[in-house]
C-alpha cells in the first residue's frame, strides 16, 4: 500500500481542501490538500492538538516543522510568528509542493516559509524550535533515527514539541528520548494525545 511518507505518492490526484481555524489570531485559512499525503482529507487530531495546545512560537528564529505534509503546522508557525523563518520539510514531493502553494497563496514567502526536501535544509543551520506530529508509522528505528537527526540540531535553548498519541507509544517515545540525553516532559494531553517537550541538556 502507498504511504504517505513514499517520496512519490502513487495514485492520481484528487484535489481537496481543509479548513484551519487558528483561534488565537482570529482568524480560518483555507489549505489545499491532495491524494497521497498525510490526512489529505482533514486536519489530523494530533496536528490539532499541537495547534492548539503546543507551546509559544519564538519570535524570531530559524523553526523548524518535521513532516509538514501540506502545511498547517507550518502555517500556523509562519502566521504566529512573523520575524521567523519557518523550514516545512517532508520526504512526499506532493506534500511539499502543497504546502508552498498553501503557503504562497497566504502571502508568506520563502523566507518566511520554505518547504523543501529534508536533504535541503543547510546542513549547518541550528533551529529556535522544532514542532512535529512524526511518522509514528515508518518504524522505530527510522523514527528513532529520524528524531535524533533532527532534535540534535535545536539551537541552545531551542525546544522541540512532538504530538504523539498515547496508544501509539508517546511514554515510551519520551522515555527513550529521556535516555538519549534529552530533557523530556510532558507538556499537554488531550484528546488522547501527548505534547513532548524536548530539549537538550
Known sequence: MPQYFDPAPEGASRPGQVELALRDLGTTVTLRTDRGVFS???????????????????PAG???????????????????????????????????????????????????????APDEVPEGLRFAG???NP?????????????????????????????VQRHLGADSLAAWLGGQGFVVERLAAKRGYRILGVGRR
Open 62 to 116: 530559524d523553526l523548524l516543522d518535521l513532516g509538514c505534509g501540506y502545511g498547517p503546522l507550518a502555517v500556523a508557525l509562519a502566521l504566529r510568528s512573523p520575524s521567523a523563518r519557518v523550514w516545512a520539510v517532508d520526504v512526499n514531493e506532493r506534500a511539499v509542493a502543497l504546502c508552498a502553494r498553501n503557503a504562497d497563496a497566504l502571502g508568506l514567502g520563502p523566507e518566511r516559509l520554505r518547504a523543501c
Open 130 to 132: 522544532i514542532w512535529s
Open 135 to 163: 511518522p509514528i508509522r515508518i518504524g522505530g528505528d527510522l523514527l528513532h533515527q529520524l528524531l535524533l537527526d533532527w532534535l540534535g540540531r535545536l539551537d541552545h535553548g531551542g525546544r522541540g514539541a512532538l504530538v
Open 40 to 58: 489529505g482529507e482533514r486536519i489530523d487530531p494530533g496536528t490539532r492538538v499541537l495547534v492548539d495546545h503546543g507551546p509559544p512560537v519564538p
